[in-house]
């Protein structure tokens, strides 16, 4: 059960060439081509995990650009970015008023009421408004579907008299109320609207940890407990390529509803595990434990051990989420080795206390007393 460290480094070397081929730009003109002069992009957030890399990539590109939040976390700019100040909450979006842009970009939005308030300021102010949804909005995840697919119905009251302390209370409304908005987007923007769906956002910034915890537990070498066999498929975007293809959205002012996660190519979990190791050159060795054995041992997906998701059942299609149209309409991938090794250069830089508490993934305590029970229940007999 335990991988040689020769086995893995060969796993490395194959999964990463693949990976290479797999991410590469659908369209090099797509990205390389000089972008319309002087777009105005307002976006809404802009100071939080995506938001920061729209901003620098849109100044790179020559837009000018306008980012709307209530100012609690300042950032620095490449250049020039104005900052309007109010607050979504409580409707305060009077800074908006007798403005225009060319693209709204709405990063941070799950409540229906929040587009809705937004619609009322910028409906025929703006050329596109961009939503950024989730694949969460989906009604099922057991076969690999389209942007075709059942979405959640809503089950509450009212979603627009939903706020973000119900939506901290009852966690399960977040794919329902993204849901919503998505259908609030589109009646108050109509054929102006771009929906976005992304999957699992990773990447430097993360401050989730929930594909953190891979470059940095691969990092610390030694037996790194994987889960199942190493064949279910995974599904993530570094926020930095979701960002700046959005962004590119907004050049070629394409509208639609796109899955917008990675790689190109079908992934799965002991590719991605080689494709960090390689990038963390640590001396890790793999211990595959089944699914079956870390249910009873209560390690769950996603949380305990991040981005794994089993891929039988009523789960089978959670991380094949299909992104032909995204393609299509040019979105690009770094390489899964410069995704690692710029998330795990970023958490080295956090404080030491941060790096002492991940967010998300098992203690060294919790693994190694898994790993012992595993390996106990392979001796029985029988």
């Keep these: 059960m335990l991988s040689s460290r020769r086995d893995f480094v060969k796993a490395a070397a194959v999964g990463v060439a693949g990976l290479g081929a ?119 995840a057991d076969k690999p579907d389209d942007e075709s697919a059942a979405m959640l119905p809503y089950e509450g009251a009212d979603p627009m008299a939903e706020t973000a302390d119900t939506l901290r209370a009852k966690m399960q409304l977040y794919g329902q109320l993204k849901a919503a908005s998505e259908a609030e987007a589109k009646r108050v923007f109509g054929a102006k609207a ?40 995974v599904q993530f975007i570094d926020a930095r390529d979701l960002a700046e293809w959005t962004i590119r959205m907004a050049e070629t002012r394409t509208t639609g509803t796109f899955n917008a996660t990675g790689p190109a190519t079908r992934l799965v979990m002991r590719d991605m595990l080689a494709g960090i190791a390689a990038a963390t050159k640590a001396d890790a060795r793999l211990t595959w434990v089944p699914a079956d054995f870390l249910e009873k041992q209560q390690v769950s997906e996603w949380t305990d051990l991040p981005v794994w998701i089993p891929g039988q059942g009523e789960s089978a ?23 690692a090794a710029d998330t795990l250069a970023w958490f080295k830089q956090q404080p030491e206390a941060r790096q002492a508490k991940p967010k998300t993934g098992l203690t060294p305590a919790r693994e190694a007393e898994v790993l012992a029970a595993w390996k106990a229940s392979a001796k029985k007999p029988g």
């Design 317 to 339: 299609g959670s991380a094949q989420r299909k992104i032909d149209r995204a393609l299509q309409a040019g979105l690009t991938f770094r390489p899964l080795t410069t995704t």
């Design 22 to 140: 797999a991410t590469q730009p659908s369209s090099a003109a797509e990205v390389q081509r000089t972008p319309p002069n002087g777009l105005r992009v307002l976006i809404l957030g802009g100071t939080g995990f995506t938001g920061p890399h729209q901003v620098r990539y849109a100044l790179a590109r020559g837009h000018s650009v306008t980012i709307f939040n209530r100012g609690r976390q300042k950032k620095e700019w490449p250049g020039e970015v104005e900052e309007l100040l109010g607050d979504r909450n409580t409707g305060d979006l009077k800074s908006l008023e007798g403005r225009e842009w060319d693209v709204c970009i709405d990063n941070p939005t799950t409540l229906p009421f929040w587009v809705r308030d937004a619609g009322k300021t910028l409906r025929g102010k703006v050329q596109q408004y961009v939503f950024i949804s989730t694949v969460s909005v989906y009604a099922a």
């Design 194 to 233: 771009t929906i976005i769906r992304p999957g699992l956002i990773v990447g430097p910034g993360d401050e989730t940890d929930r594909f953190t915890y891979w470059p940095v537990r691969l990092a610390r070498g030694g037996e790194v407990l994987a889960p199942g066999d190493g064949n279910d498929p």
